[in-house]
């Protein structure tokens, strides 16, 4: 199975040695070539160059990409794409001006939804979120982290890293696992939180091993929820089962989860919003990476994490969109790059690096996703005629994306 995409206007991120993440300044160059080639072939990036040296190639299927541009899928790093139901009401109720601590304490957020999804059957879960992934795999997405966290119960979490691994079975997208047991203290345990994370540290990761169903683990490090010593605690146990941390800390507040996760090695710290300088310094000279997830401060109108100040201290920074039914009910990564450069003050470069090989890196996928490199996974997008790739983020309520080709094949 071969693929010619020729004329392309700019093929983007094209790096012909493979790189696992660009941090600082680094992430302001976007290595392109100009009115360019590019061949796929069963599955993987052949082959690439300028127009003027393309091999005389006969009988290949041609897409031509006159006008347009070219550029590795995105790379979504956190979400927790698999849910039941909706959160609308208290989507109201924030409007009408309640926060999402009283939504929570009022029993709606995560534990809201962690009670339908009990309820929900494993073949209706896997249809809702069916029609989530195929959404987003139109608006370009090419490797996607899934977490678990809405069942809060064994069976139920269980359930939905067996629909997330089924998706990924039947579905052209690379697709990652995350335990996130420790998302929120459900009902039962509401005075007894140890005894809720004897069972995730327990019973659900041996499970959850024992079927191969994860490939990392979460915990929601955040006053109201679980501390940096329940942390440690968590990122220990999912070690002993193979499982490496990728955490969600410093949303509402600093309370030293980053350094938590530095120190356990975590693949990735996500949220960030609230970062302090000690923050910033104990990730230098790390290999985590900071996680930015700009449409879920959009969502809630809380503050957008400090993109600027971590670039320009020399770090890396990744962007996804943490989809999921109360804080973000959206996986559209295109927004999540113009919303990156909007609100965070992201050049464009940066926020297409953040969201191509960045992304890739904050799902261990980097050796095979997240730019143009001969034997990577050819996972592309194809945009409509455009002006240039600065139009991407700058006409941010329009779909820029004219076809999405996933592991070789046009997505129909
Ligand atoms: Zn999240």
Known sequence: MKL?????????QVRDNSIDKVSGAE?????????????LKDGLIADYGPMSNMPDYQGFKTIDCTGKMVLPSWCDSHTHLV???NREQEFVDRI??????EIAEKGGGIVNSAKTLQQTSEQDLYSQSAIRLEEILKQGTGAIEIKSGYGLTTEAELKILRVAKKLGENYPIKIKKTFLGAHAIPTEF?????????????????????EKLADYV???????YFTVADTERVLEAGKKHGLSPKIHVNQFNAIGGVAAGVKHNALSVDHLEILNDDDISVLKGSNTMPVALPSCSYFLSIPYTPGRKIIDAGLPLALATDYNPGSTPSGNMNFVVATACIKMRLTPEEAINAATINGAYAMGLSASHGSITKGKVANVLITKKIPSYGFLPYAFGSNNIDQVILKGKTLE
């Open 83 to 85: 849910y039941a139901g």
């Open 4 to 12: 010619l995409l020729r004329n392309i206007k700019q093929l983007l």
């Open 190 to 210: 509401k005075n007894n939180k140890d005894a809720y994370l004897d069972l995730v540290c327990g019973e659900m990761m041996q499970k959850i091993s024992e």
């Open 96 to 101: 009408n001006g309640l926060s999402y601590q």
């Open 218 to 224: 979460d915990i929601f490090c955040e006053e109201g």
């Open 27 to 39: 992430m302001k160059s976007l290595p392109l070539i100009e009115n360019a080639w590019l061949l």
